[in-house]
Antibody, heavy 118, light 111 residues
Framework: QLVESGGGVVQPGGSLRLSCEAS????????MHWVRQAPGKGLEWVAV????????YYADSVKGRFTISRDNAKNTVYVQMNSLRPEDTAVYFC?????????????WGQGTMVTVSS | QSALTQPRSVSGSPGQSVTISCTGT?????????VSWYQQHPGKAPKILIS???QRPSGVPDRFSGSKSGTTASLTISGLQAEDEADYYC???????????FGGGTKLTVL
């Protein structure tokens, strides 16, 4: 199970940190992702962090502004979002890729809403 | 990279079959056998239906099947049921740096 938190309303240019706590599986074995969905729109992959936290990759739309991190002792993955723009408004889901799988998001959280507006 | 191309909507009657296409490029769908499909009901999180082009995770009915030819993947839903009415998204692995690209989504209406 994955449970996100930290969403809310923030002004353009502001910052927000989302958290996603995992349970029911060996968190430290799994790459973890953030995927977002703007209102009425499709899914967009945002970022991934490797199982041990040594590698991170980002979509071009957030590169340089968002930072993904994880704390395996707390079974939690984070995304720090800086320089937020109105187009970052979306439901943010965390999702896992199972060990030895590629390109598959097999467990999803319920999502947390981020609204960027003045 | 642009989103994978899916039809915006498809429809079918209960008991019929529908197929949703997902067209990418030689850099994503055509390059890797890592296409997955997700079902999303309104206000809910996506749910995995198909991984690795055609593999069904445990618990997914065998009415759902996937395939791929070249740069186009397909999801077929047979024996349509009312609860299949939802949005469907394809997704392709796109390499280490881009990781995943989703399709724009297809709304399935069960008539």
């Amino acid at each position: 199970q994955l449970v996100e938190s930290g969403g809310g309303v923030v002004q353009p240019g502001g910052s927000l940190r989302l958290s996603c706590e995992a349970s029911g599986f060996t968190f430290s074995d799994c790459p973890m992702h953030w995927v977002r969905q703007a209102p009425g729109k499709g899914l967009e992959w945002v970022a991934v962090i490797s199982y041990e936290g040594s590698n991170e990759y980002y979509a071009d739309s957030v590169k340089g502004r968002f930072t993904i991190s994880r704390d395996n002792a707390k079974n939690t993955v984070y995304v720090q979002m800086n320089s937020l723009r109105p187009e970052d408004t979306a439901v943010y889901f965390c999702a896992r890729t199972a060990p030895r799988s590629v390109g598959v998001f097999d467990v999803w959280g319920q999502g947390t809403m981020v609204t960027v507006s003045s | 990279q642009s989103a994978l191309t899916q039809p915006r909507s498809v429809s079918g009657s209960p008991g019929q079959s529908v197929t949703i296409s997902c067209t990418g490029t030689s850099n994503d769908v055509g390059a890797f056998n890592y296409v997955s499909w997700y079902q999303q009901h309104p206000g809910k999180a996506p749910k995995i239906l198909i991984s690795d082009v055609s593999q069904r995770p445990s618990g997914v009915p065998d009415r759902f099947s996937g395939s791929k030819s070249g740069t186009t993947a397909s999801l077929t839903i047979s024996g349509l049921q009312a609860e299949d009415e939802a949005d469907y998204y394809c997704c392709s692995y796109a390499g280490t740096y881009m990781y995943a690209i989703f399709g724009g989504g297809t709304k399935l209406t069960v008539l």
